[in-house]
């Protein structure tokens, strides 16, 4: 079908999924690129009449169309999502953790990568539903697995573009973030920007506010990497310091929205 896809995976691709990546690479004269598949992605969105506000069937519908398969495929080639990767995977190398989890890690890539880059070190991939292929792929790595939930005292949890897909990323974090144990960390890498259908324009207003809030949250920021922001648990979390930034920041929202960034980022910073 394509070099992207190796015959192992092929064979635990459906016969319908196939069929409808077929018709994406020949849509597009092979693998499409990012753009495309942005494109590709708000299909189905449409289609199903998702609506950002109501999280109903349909939302889950979404996420289970092939979409996804072609998503995590094309993040297991594409330079730059490498490379974002490879940065994270350095990071959690130095860390020298003994647990590890990635919480919404999709097809496992970066997860794979910390296990062969830590292999004294036991890392999770908390995803609900994973594909066959992935599960496959994953097994080849053997101290990764999936898992359908977090269990607690992990070393590091991250968590890289979930919270724009979430109705309440603050409560999510907060929740998620209870599985660390006192001195964790939690590298959280976020896209609050309407790039495609399914990042959640209620998330927008965290783009300049993120860190701000999960700081007030009882996370220590430590600073970044790649393009992500590492958190340090210490002691109990706050999540009604958080919500009192997140109000502050949606009001702010409503003024700094169509703003330049170069204009809201500083604003936001300064009056959050």
């Known amino acids: 079908m394509t070099p992207w896809i190796a015959p192992d995976d092929l064979a635990l691709i459906s016969a ?18 990012l753009e495309q598949v942005w494109q590709v992605m708000d299909e189905p969105w449409r289609d199903l009449d998702c609506d950002p506000e109501v999280m109903d069937d349909r939302i889950g519908a979404y996420y289970s169309h092939p979409v996804w398969l072609l998503n995590g495929l094309f993040i297991e080639q594409d330079p730059e999502s490498l490379e974002n990767r490879r940065q ?62 977090l269990d607690k005292d992990y070393d590091i949890l991250i968590a890289t573009d979930v919270f724009e897909h979430v109705p309440d990323p603050l409560a999510l974090a907060a ?21 495609i259908l399914c990042h959640l324009p209620q998330t927008f207003h965290f783009r300049f506010s ?20 590492i958190f340090v648990r210490q002691g109990d979390l706050n999540l009604d310091a958080a919500r009192m930034i997140e109000e502050r920041s949606k009001r702010l929202w409503r003024f700094t929205q169509h703003l330049p960034g170069r204009i809201a980022g500083p604003l936001s910073k300064a009056l959050v």
């Not at 319908?16 to 092979?30: C, P, T």
């Not at 919404?104 to 830590?118: D, Q």
């Open 16 to 33: 319908d999924e196939q069929s409808w990546l077929a018709g994406v690479f020949e849509r597009f004269g092979g693998f499409p690129n």
């Open 88 to 149: 994270f995977t350095d990071w959690v190398a130095q860390q020298n953790p003994r647990r590890v989890a990635d919480f919404g890690g999709g097809f496992g890539g970066l997860a794979r990568m910390i296990g062969e880059a830590c292999p004294d070190a036991d890392v999770e991939v908390i995803e609900p539903h994973p594909h066959p292929a992935a599960i496959a792929r994953t097994e080849r790595t053997r101290n990764v697995r999936y898992s359908p939930g």
């Open 175 to 195: 929740e998620t973030a209870m599985a660390l144990k006192s001195g964790g960390r939690y590298l959280t890498a976020n896209c609050f920007r309407p790039v």
């Open 210 to 229: 993120w860190d701000k809030a999960m700081s007030a949250m009882g996370l220590v920021d430590e600073g970044k990497v790649g393009y992500g922001q």
